[in-house]
């Protein structure tokens, strides 16, 4: 065989790996829509009323550094995060270090009362999953009235934001990257 036919050879097994990446990265889809009622509730993280959400039954596969946004999350009674935690029918106050995970993350509820470890800014953090951050549902009472969670979602504790370091105006939708503990 030439040395030309070998680099094209090589060069050909590169392309196909790194397209096997990507289609892995991607595999994760919306599986449908939900569309927001035409009058809605009024809030600045509400549904906007007739807009329509992606729902997802997946997430990307967990890895030891899965990439993911992370959000803040009030787990406290009257807070953003609507009814009680998933895992446990609990309010949590906002200086434990909890979690809610997209539903294909939160896999009907196999990682409920499990540690994860968030790492972000430089620093690593552990935090308990308390619930699902439900990526089918919103717009309605029992999610407080937010849209459907993004399929790679990490709804965080004040407490997980501050044990990172991350505060005023990068709290928000901040890069992470996370794994089981």
């Given amino acids: 065989m030439s040395t030309t036919s070998i680099l094209v050879l090589a060069l050909a097994g590169l392309l196909l790996s790194a397209f096997s990446s990507t289609a892995l990265a991607d595999k994760c889809q919306p599986s449908g829509t939900l569309e927001s009622p035409a009058m809605g ?3 600045d993280e509400c549904c906007q009323p007739g807009h329509v959400y992606p729902t997802y039954q997946c997430s990307p ?3 030891r550094h899965t990439k993911a946004i992370m959000t803040l999350n009030d787990f406290s009674k009257g807070g953003d995060g609507g009814d009680p935690s998933e895992c446990d029918g609990k309010y949590h ?3 434990e270090r909890v979690v809610a995970l997209s539903t294909g993350w939160y896999d009907k509820g196999k990682r409920c009362g499990e540690y ?11 935090a308990k999953v308390v619930d699902e951050c439900d990526s089918l549902h919103g717009c309605d009472k029992p999610h407080a009235f937010q849209p459907p969670c993004p399929h790679n979602d990490v709804d965080a504790s004040q407490a ?4 990172l ?4 105006d990068e709290v928000g939708d901040f890069p992470i990257t996370w794994s089981d503990a």
């Avoid at 994860?116 to 552990?126: D, P, T």
């Avoid at 997980?160 to 044990?163: E, T």
């Fill in 41 to 43: 509730h009024t809030c």
């Fill in 61 to 63: 596969p967990v890895s």
């Fill in 93 to 95: 106050n906002n200086t």
């Fill in 116 to 126: 994860i470890r968030i790492n972000a800014k430089g620093r690593s953090v552990l």
């Fill in 160 to 163: 997980v934001w501050d044990a």
């Fill in 165 to 168: 370091g991350i505060y005023g």
